[in-house]
């Protein structure tokens, strides 16, 4: 069942591009998909009581158009399924509400449902079954995300490290469960990529999420390039907690960027 909610993005979202920030996004995207399962399992907060948590698992971005930008009516549209096993898939699109035909960006992503006192994954579709209820008759999501290169894969164990950048979680990063809000591993990526944001325009970000970090770890966020044709540039990312011996893994990502004509900026 698709569930739609209007949206306009507003300047205290907007960066200095006029463009939406990449984590003001995602976190619309994510209080959508909250809403639209508000009716039959409870809100976030409800779900928490029950004793039950989502953990995203992958994530995958892409801009067709553009990111939306200050002040600009938009509809959010989402839907979801039970994929295989523990698995559940959702996925987004966002259009100009002046003309649904015009798609900006769409996503998708994976969750697995979590028993917070067992601290184990359970099946979405028997503990939340008014969730799933919906779904029967839907078209089908597809299961398959964008491969993400390891940096000891073969593709890139040659390949140098082209920036490392550090990222003290901030209290104000964490979500209600107390971990990083994976909207903030995305900024991190951003912030990372050695390009300058007002002469390249994001076209895909994608993500696994291995572990969760709190308040008073580090991250670190090393790049390395991918490779890419006709003034693309794509670079691949290792995030992993800072001070842990062996660092360890929180999660990999992909990005693909694009050359702009002119400059961005207000």
Not at 224 to 236: Q, V, Y
Request: aromatic share 8%; net charge negative.
């Amino acid at each position: 069942m698709v569930y739609r909610r209007r949206m306009i993005v507003m300047p205290s979202e907007t960066a200095c591009t006029n463009e939406i920030k990449i984590h003001a996004l995602l976190n619309r995207l994510q209080d959508t998909a909250g809403l639209a399962v508000a009716d039959t399992e409870g809100a976030p907060v409800e779900l928490m009581r029950r004793g039950y948590g989502w953990v995203l698992l992958k994530y995958g971005l892409e801009v067709l158009t553009r990111l939306p930008g200050m002040d600009e009516p938009l509809v959010i549209e989402t839907r979801h399924t039970a994929g295989d096993g523990f698995h559940t898939l959702r996925v987004f699109r966002v259009f100009r509400e002046a003309d649904e035909a015009e798609t900006l960006v769409v996503a998708k992503t994976s969750w697995v449902l979590i028993d917070l006192a067992a601290g184990r994954p359970v099946r979405a579709t028997q503990r939340l079954p008014g969730v799933f209820s919906r779904v029967d008759g839907d078209d089908p999501i597809d299961e398959e995300f964008a491969e993400i290169p390891r940096f000891s894969g073969a593709r890139l164990k040659d390949e140098p490290v082209l920036t490392e950048a550090v990222f003290p979680v901030r209290f104000h990063d964490l979500d209600a469960n107390g971990h990083v809000n994976n909207a903030v591993y995305f900024e991190w990526a951003w912030e990372a990529t050695p390009l300058d944001p007002l002469g390249w325009s994001v076209r895909e970000m994608h993500a696994e999420f291995r572990v969760s970090v709190k308040l008073g770890e580090t991250a670190l966020v090393r790049v390395k390039t991918l490779p890419a044709e006709g003034g693309i540039r794509s670079f691949a990312y290792d995030i992993v907690e800072k001070n842990g011996d062996p660092a360890r893994p929180l999660a990999r990502f992909s990005s693909v960027w694009a050359p702009l004509s002119e400059p961005k900026g207000p």
